[in-house]
Nanobody, 115 residues
Framework: QVQLVESGGGLVWPGGSLKISCAAS????????MAWYRRAPGKERELVAS???????NYAESVRGRFTISRDGAKKMIYLQMNSLKSEDTATYYC?????????WGRGIQVTVSS
C-alpha cells in the first residue's frame, strides 16, 4: 500500500518561509502526478501545486510566485517551498499522488501563519 508522510509543518510569522516535505513509500516516478493540497478552516480543500511525471508544474493562482513544488526521485520525496507566507495560507497541507484512477493521500500537516 502506498504511504505518503508529510513533515516540516509548524508556526511561522507572516512574510516568513517554510518548506514542507512528503516522503513516499514508492518510486515517485511511478505516479502520474504528485501534488500538495490544503484545507483551511471552514473552506473546501484546494489544489496548491502539482508536478507531473514529466516535471511540468502547476500552481494555484493564490500561491503562484510564492510557492515552489519540487522533487527528489532518489529520496522518493516531494517538497513545497513556501515564501512570503500570509495568514490566509494557514491550513492543513496534504500530500497527494495519483496513478491512473487511483489516488493516495497523506494524513496532512498543519501550517499556521500568525504573529
Amino acid at each position: 500500500q502506498v504511504q505518503l508522510v508529510e513533515s516540516g509543518g509548524g508556526l511561522v510569522w507572516p512574510g516568513g518561509s517554510l518548506k514542507i516535505s512528503c516522503a513516499a513509500s514508492e518510486n515517485i516516478f511511478f505516479f502520474n502526478t504528485m501534488a500538495w493540497y490544503r484545507r483551511a478552516p471552514g473552506k473546501e480543500r484546494e489544489l496548491v501545486a502539482s508536478i507531473n511525471v514529466g516535471g511540468v508544474t502547476n500552481y494555484a493562482e493564490s500561491v503562484r510566485g510564492r510557492f515552489t513544488i519540487s522533487r527528489d526521485g532518489a529520496k522518493k520525496m516531494i517538497y513545497l517551498q513556501m515564501n512570503s507566507l500570509k495568514s490566509e495560507d494557514t491550513a492543513t497541507y496534504y500530500c497527494h499522488a495519483r496513478v491512473a484512477s487511483r489516488e493516495h493521500w497523506g494524513r496532512g500537516i498543519q501550517v499556521t501563519v500568525s504573529s
